[in-house]
């Protein structure tokens, strides 16, 4: 197994607001949590020497809830960010994503391909935000962030 302790070695999201998902929906969320789990840099920096890490991620009160635990379940902190900003990347993003796989069905590859870049972007833009916004107290990489950004997004899905 891994020894790096700046890594995250469990990831959960508060399912107490969803109903039911798009299959294609779980699909990606399934898929980002894998990829998370299988290759991420992840530091509590106040709590370095307690990780590897577990992770509970929730929208509470228009806010980001991130709840850190040491891989043995003690709780270490819980960092809430402000979603302003944030949320209007999402809504973008949603946007763009609709676009995207109804290009899929009827426009030509380079129209599909000049969508796909511009989703991409905004994705690069939200995990950006992201990264920067947590810099002060989690140190992450730029995939850590992608992957992250996504679990936002499905967060903010509602049925």
């Not at 992608?146 to 903010?156: A, G, I, K, N, P």
Request: hydrophobic share 40%; aromatic share 6%.
């Amino acid at each position: 197994m891994n020894g790096r302790r700046d890594r995250l070695v469990q990831v959960m999201l508060d399912e107490r607001t969803v109903v039911r998902r798009r299959p294609e929906v779980e699909h990606e969320r399934a898929i980002a949590i894998y990829d998370l789990l299988e290759e991420n840099v992840f530091e509590l920096l106040e709590f370095a020497e307690h990780g590897p890490y577990q992770l509970a991620i929730s929208i509470e009160d228009n806010r980001l809830g991130l709840n850190i635990q040491a891989e043995d379940g003690a709780h270490l902190s819980k960092v809430m960010l402000p979603l302003s900003g944030l949320r209007s990347i999402v809504r973008d993003y949603f946007m763009v994503c609709e676009n995207y796989y109804a290009a899929i069905k009827k426009s030509s590859p380079s129209q599909i391909e000049a969508i796909d870049m511009g989703r991409r972007a905004l994705h690069n833009e939200g995990s950006e935000m992201l990264r920067e916004r947590l810099a002060d107290r989690i140190r992450i990489d730029h995939d850590t962030a992608r992957r992250l950004f996504t679990l936002v997004c499905v967060l903010h899905i509602r049925g």
